[in-house]
């Protein structure tokens, strides 16, 4: 009771000192105590509530209160009611607020949730950190590998790794023989190999030292999802035996359902590797098969002082290198996130600056509302302040209007995340690691939690800056200069930051554009290729696989259409190639090229008709033909760039040479090619050499070889009789077919996926920036609707309103246009090895986007500036 008297004892002092206040005052009382009843309570309290709001001692009321446990809920809880009531007051404002949060935020988790995959969470082995990839590093193989003469040695007198263990470096096909064959993909790995990685398996055991030797038992593990799906998850599956390639094989132990192996690989069936030290010694003359190696490092031991440790035993090695690969050999020890990562890195890195970015543009955004909506509160603000309402408790109530607002926000953009994740794994190409994987859980909701707090920090500060004044009590609402200059400001940092992120997606869709319209030297609308995998059970000689493959040419040249069908080992320009370096080509009568230069030589063993097939032109002497097949002689067609730097200024054509890579053997040229794209698309291509693929089963080696059939007929139509035509030569062969034109497609995915991405949050950045411009120029013009009307009546032409306007708007847009300028030029060496063939300083790239900028700019600024010039000065100034 002393305290309510108090209370109106207060209020009634400081009515008497602002007598000018006072129906100003009892105004704003009467409206408090209006919601207060609409609230539910009785006219008495609600007169005693407002009271003691608008009498300034919630503080003192604090401190009586504080020593109750949990006196401060109440407080937070009359905040947060406050805070609703004053947004459900203006419904417009709110929902204009939470969908730019929910964009903002949405997006920053989305992207967080494939960047965290990448860049932050652990990799999904025992201390990842001290796991390392080692090997050899040559131009022509760019991950690491290590030949199994050298892992002997390696193993024996390595001393900063605590284990090591040996991969094959890559998935074969095998064929699981039982009720229904099928072909699996196959892969070996050593004993020690998931003691390595901390993993056991699901069910069953790891491989035994004994199994892993020469002519050990012979035994396998399967892939989680072959036990699931092919096996219905069979729980006595262990000691089956199992016909692989025709061999009984026993089945010990099933990989656990989320094993990764460490080179991104997928495989079905794993066997022990099994080195054999005499075989070594035969295979790859006597350097042993190539193997993919990984390390633990022992604790306290870092990649640098490993390298240094490895170094003098990498130098041994290397003396049995020939010469022509010895320069150009390197060790290389990586962490193995370094190695899955690789360039996806800077993708991450780039894609998160992004976000974060338009992040920093939506906060922007809402910060210049809460301060527009703040500068119509500041007589309400004021009347508070005067009665004593303390500045702390008026920041405290902004801070948490502001945290309300970012929590709906922060729980829309949960859904806008989810949205946007499923769009990213749908649209996101192969060769983007772990990014099908991408989802919403715990670790994703925290960090959503925790940039919807840091937005009503920084939107919050804002706001609470804004220092009520009493002169607002006598004035209409207006905005202070101080605040007119803080959203001056906050749009002039939005637009510079739309003209960075446009700029960088611009040069990356510029890139993307030269991908797509460089020339490939080839016709590729036409060709349908056919990848074949050969049984190795049926067909395991050379002279069955040779057979094989000239009946399957043979059968589908009968095709309707058909103009062209050859077999080849890869199909430019993305596909496996092989190579050699250009100083093993020695032309007779030339001193030979110094050892380990000129750099890779593209290697592609073809029939006849692969040059009509891809209609690439032979420039000079002739194409392979069919009675060429039965020569001895090795013939061999070059292309241009090859032919130029074998003979210079000479005709190529009936010279001669000699291969050290293939023992020493002697080619003849025959004709010169058109370069071809053979390196991707965005590679450097390097020069090829073509080699007749002859009717000896010495040519026919491997299970894996790729038809190319050019027909007149679509290729949709075309496939259904290629699939009939090699099953009735052998239904049980494996067949994949493509246009090659859809390959060539998937090439483009990844710059495409980037590109869009990247342009769809410079675009939505640029929306925000907009629309920040847009409501900026309209609130500053209804405030100046006075002034406006006085300048009408005294003779201002509609021209001249809108020259002012304009004016005001114009000169932010041009202000921050120039800092993002400044800004992207230089920021944009990042994207440096993102770009193909576009300079990062590309003139049209920094012209063109200032303009669309501008274009765009000023039309939202005119829709106000038009409206502006719609005042009628009477009612302006009757209203005055």
């Given at each position: 009771?002393?305290?309510?008297?108090?209370?109106?004892?207060?209020?009634?002092?400081?009515?008497?000192?602002?007598r000018?206040?006072?129906?100003e005052i009892e105004?704003?009382?009467n409206?408090?105590?209006k919601s207060?009843?609409?609230d539910g309570?009785?006219p008495?309290e609600a007169?005693?509530q407002?009271?003691?709001?608008?009498?300034?001692?919630?503080l003192?009321?604090e401190?009586?209160?504080?020593?109750?446990?949990?006196?401060?809920?109440?407080?937070?809880?009359q905040d947060?009611r406050y805070?609703?009531?004053g947004f459900?007051?203006?419904?417009l404002f709110t929902?204009?607020?939470?969908?730019?949060?929910?964009?903002?935020?949405g997006?920053?988790?989305a992207?967080?949730?494939?960047?965290?995959?990448?860049?932050?969470?652990?990799?999904?082995?025992?201390?990842?950190?001290r796991?390392?990839?080692?090997?050899?590093v040559?131009?022509?193989?760019?991950?690491e590998?290590v030949?199994g003469r050298?892992?002997e040695e390696?193993?024996t007198?390595q001393?900063?790794?605590?284990?090591?263990?040996?991969?094959?470096?890559g998935?074969?096909?095998?064929d699981l023989?039982e009720?229904?064959?099928?072909?699996r993909?196959?892969?070996?790995?050593?004993?020690?190999?998931?003691?390595?990685?901390g993993?056991s398996?699901?069910?069953?055991?790891n491989f035994l030292?004994?199994e892993?030797?020469?002519?050990?038992?012979?035994?396998?593990?399967?892939s989680?999802?072959?036990?699931?799906g092919?096996?219905?998850?069979?729980?006595?599956i262990?000691?089956r035996?199992?016909?692989?390639?025709?061999?009984?094989?026993r089945?010990?132990?099933?990989?656990p359902?989320?094993?990764e192996?460490?080179?991104?690989?997928?495989?079905?069936?794993?066997f022990?590797?099994?080195?054999?030290?005499?075989?070594?010694?035969?295979?790859?003359?006597g350097f042993?098969?190539?193997?993919?190696?990984?390390?633990?490092?022992?604790?306290g031991?870092s990649?640098?002082?490993?390298?240094?440790?490895?170094?003098p035993?990498?130098n041994?090695?290397?003396k049995?290198?020939?010469?022509?690969?010895?320069?150009?050999?390197?060790?290389?020890?990586r962490?193995?996130?370094?190695?899955?990562?690789?360039e996806?890195?800077?993708?991450?890195?780039?894609?998160?600056?992004f976000v974060?970015?338009?992040?920093?543009?939506?906060c922007?955004?809402?910060s210049?509302l809460?301060?527009?909506?703040?500068a119509g509160?500041q007589?309400?603000?004021?009347?508070?302040?005067?009665?004593?309402?303390?500045?702390g408790r008026?920041?405290?109530?902004?801070?948490?209007?502001?945290?309300v607002?970012?929590?709906?926000?922060?729980?829309?953009?949960?859904?806008?995340?989810q949205?946007?994740?499923?769009?990213?794994?749908?649209?996101a190409?192969?060769?983007?690691?772990?990014?099908s994987?991408a989802?919403?859980?715990?670790?994703?909701?925290?960090f959503?939690?925790?940039?919807s707090?840091?937005?009503?920090?920084?939107?919050g500060?804002?706001?609470?800056l804004?220092?009520?004044?009493?002169?607002a009590?006598?004035?209409?609402?207006?905005?202070?200069?101080?605040h007119a200059?803080s959203r001056r400001?906050?749009?002039?940092t939005?637009?510079?930051?739309?003209?960075v992120?446009?700029s960088?997606a611009?040069?990356l869709?510029?890139?993307?554009m030269?991908?797509e319209?460089?020339?490939?030297?080839m016709?590729?609308d036409?060709a349908?290729?056919?990848?074949?995998t050969v049984?190795?059970?049926?067909?395991n000689?050379?002279?069955?696989v040779m057979?094989?493959?000239?009946?399957?040419e043979?059968?589908?040249?009968?095709?309707?259409?058909?103009?062209?069908v050859?077999v080849?080992?890869?199909?430019p320009?993305?596909?496996?190639q092989?190579?050699?370096?250009?100083?093993?080509?020695?032309?007779?009568?030339k001193?030979?090229?110094?050892?380990?230069?000129?750099?890779?030589v593209v290697?592609?063993f073809?029939?006849?008709?692969?040059?009509?097939?891809?209609n690439?032109?032979?420039?000079?002497?002739r194409?392979?033909?069919d009675?060429?097949r039965t020569?001895?002689?090795r013939?061999?067609i070059?292309?241009?760039s090859?032919?130029?730097?074998?003979f210079p200024?000479?005709?190529?054509?009936?010279?001669?040479?000699l291969?050290?890579a293939v023992?020493?053997?002697?080619?003849?040229?025959?004709?010169?090619?058109?370069?071809?794209?053979?390196s991707?698309l965005?590679?450097?291509?390097?020069?090829?050499?073509?080699?007749?693929?002859?009717?000896?089963s010495g040519d026919?080696s491997?299970?894996h070889l790729?038809l190319?059939?050019?027909?007149a007929m679509?290729?949709?139509?075309?496939q259904?009789?290629?699939?009939?035509?090699?099953?009735?030569?052998?239904r049980t062969?494996?067949?994949?077919?493509?246009?090659?034109n859809?390959?060539l497609?998937r090439?483009a995915?990844?710059p495409?996926?980037?590109?869009?991405?990247?342009?769809?949050?410079?675009?939505t950045?640029l929306?925000?920036?907009?629309?920040?411009?847009y409501?900026?120029?309209?609130?500053?013009?209804?405030?100046?609707?006075?002034e406006i009307?006085?300048r009408?009546?005294?003779?201002?032409?509609?021209?001249?309103?809108?020259?002012?306007?304009?004016?005001?708007?114009?000169r932010?847009v041009?202000?921050g246009s120039?800092v993002g300028?400044?800004?992207?030029l230089?920021t944009?060496h990042v994207l440096?090895t993102?770009?193909f063939?576009?300079?990062?300083?590309d003139?049209?790239?920094?012209?063109?986007?200032?303009?669309?900028?501008?274009s765009?700019a000023l039309v939202?600024i005119?829709i106000p500036?038009?409206?502006?010039?719609r005042?009628d000065?009477a009612?302006?100034?009757?209203?005055?």
């Amino acid at each position: 009771m002393i305290s309510e008297l108090l209370t109106r004892l207060r209020f009634l002092i400081l009515r008497k000192r602002h007598r000018e206040f006072d129906d100003e005052i009892e105004f704003h009382l009467n409206e408090a105590i209006k919601s207060k009843i609409e609230d539910g309570l009785e006219p008495v309290e609600a007169r005693r509530q407002a009271l003691i709001e608008f009498g300034g001692i919630e503080l003192t009321r604090e401190q009586c209160e504080r020593q109750r446990p949990g006196w401060w809920i109440g407080t937070v809880i009359q905040d947060v009611r406050y805070a609703f009531r004053g947004f459900g007051r203006n419904p417009l404002f709110t929902i204009s607020v939470l969908i730019t949060l929910a964009l903002g935020i949405g997006s920053t988790t989305a992207v967080f949730s494939v960047v965290d995959l990448i860049l932050f969470r652990p990799l999904p082995y025992a201390e990842p950190s001290r796991i390392v990839s080692l090997g050899f590093v040559h131009p022509l193989e760019r991950q690491e590998f290590v030949m199994g003469r050298f892992y002997e040695e390696w193993q024996t007198y390595q001393t900063p790794f605590s284990a090591l263990a040996a991969q094959s470096t890559g998935v074969h096909h095998c064929d699981l023989i039982e009720n229904e064959p099928t072909q699996r993909s196959c892969i070996s790995f050593q004993s020690t190999f998931l003691p390595l990685f901390g993993i056991s398996p699901a069910l069953g055991r790891n491989f035994l030292p004994e199994e892993d030797r020469a002519n050990g038992p012979r035994v396998m593990m399967v892939s989680y999802g072959l036990w699931r799906g092919h096996y219905d998850a069979d729980p006595h599956i262990l000691n089956r035996m199992i016909d692989v390639d025709g061999n009984p094989v026993r089945i010990v132990g099933v990989l656990p359902k989320d094993f990764e192996f460490p080179t991104l690989e997928a495989a079905d069936v794993v066997f022990p590797l099994a080195l054999n030290p005499a075989v070594q010694q035969t295979v790859n003359g006597g350097f042993g098969e190539s193997m993919r190696l990984f390390a633990r490092l022992k604790p306290g031991v870092s990649v640098a002082q490993a390298f240094a440790q490895m170094q003098p035993l990498f130098n041994g090695d290397l003396k049995w290198f020939p010469p022509s690969a010895k320069s150009e050999t390197r060790l290389s020890i990586r962490t193995l996130r370094d190695r899955q990562m690789q360039e996806s890195r800077l993708v991450a890195w780039v894609l998160f600056c992004f976000v974060l970015a338009v992040l920093l543009i939506a906060c922007a955004n809402v910060s210049g509302l809460m301060m527009a909506r703040g500068a119509g509160r500041q007589r309400e603000l004021a009347v508070r302040s005067a009665i004593g309402a303390s500045r702390g408790r008026l920041t405290r109530q902004a801070l948490t209007e502001t945290l309300v607002l970012s929590s709906a926000g922060g729980l829309a953009g949960l859904a806008v995340a989810q949205a946007l994740v499923l769009v990213f794994v749908h649209l996101a190409p192969a060769g983007i690691p772990f990014i099908s994987k991408a989802h919403l859980d715990l670790r994703i909701g925290v960090f959503a939690a925790l940039i919807s707090c840091l937005c009503a920090v920084i939107v919050g500060i804002a706001t609470a800056l804004q220092k009520p004044k009493l002169a607002a009590l006598n004035a209409k609402t207006s905005m202070s200069r101080h605040h007119a200059f803080s959203r001056r400001v906050l749009v002039t940092t939005q637009i510079a930051v739309s003209i960075v992120l446009l700029s960088g997606a611009a040069l990356l869709i510029r890139s993307f554009m030269k991908i797509e319209e460089q020339n490939l030297g080839m016709r590729t609308d036409r060709a349908l290729t056919v990848e074949v995998t050969v049984p190795q059970l049926r067909y395991n000689t050379n002279q069955k696989v040779m057979d094989l493959y000239l009946r399957l040419e043979s059968s589908l040249r009968r095709l309707p259409g058909t103009r062209a069908v050859a077999v080849t080992d890869s199909t430019p320009p993305g596909g496996w190639q092989d190579g050699f370096r250009f100083s093993d080509l020695h032309v007779e009568g030339k001193p030979p090229t110094p050892a380990g230069t000129g750099g890779t030589v593209v290697g592609r063993f073809v029939t006849p008709d692969y040059f009509r097939a891809l209609n690439i032109q032979i420039f000079r002497g002739r194409n392979f033909a069919d009675q060429d097949r039965t020569q001895q002689q090795r013939e061999v067609i070059l292309s241009r760039s090859l032919a130029e730097r074998l003979f210079p200024g000479e005709d190529p054509v009936g010279k001669r040479f000699l291969d050290t890579a293939v023992s020493g053997a002697g080619a003849v040229v025959i004709g010169v090619a058109d370069n071809v794209k053979n390196s991707g698309l965005t590679e450097e291509s390097n020069p090829e050499m073509y080699t007749l693929r002859r009717s000896v089963s010495g040519d026919w080696s491997g299970d894996h070889l790729m038809l190319i059939v050019d027909s007149a007929m679509p290729t949709a139509m075309l496939q259904p009789w290629v699939r009939s035509e090699v099953s009735a030569i052998d239904r049980t062969i494996p067949l994949r077919m493509e246009p090659l034109n859809a390959s060539l497609r998937r090439l483009a995915d990844r710059p495409r996926f980037e590109a869009t991405l990247l342009g769809f949050f410079a675009l939505t950045g640029l929306v925000l920036s907009i629309v920040g411009l847009y409501g900026l120029i309209a609130y500053m013009t209804a405030q100046r609707a006075q002034e406006i009307g006085l300048r009408m009546a005294l003779g201002a032409t509609q021209s001249n309103i809108l020259r002012l306007i304009a004016n005001d708007g114009l000169r932010m847009v041009l202000v921050g246009s120039a800092v993002g300028l400044g800004i992207a030029l230089v920021t944009s060496h990042v994207l440096k090895t993102m770009l193909f063939q576009v300079s990062i300083y590309d003139p049209l790239t920094y012209i063109l986007i200032p303009l669309l900028l501008s274009s765009v700019a000023l039309v939202a600024i005119l829709i106000p500036a038009h409206a502006a010039t719609r005042v009628d000065p009477a009612i302006t100034l009757r209203a005055e």
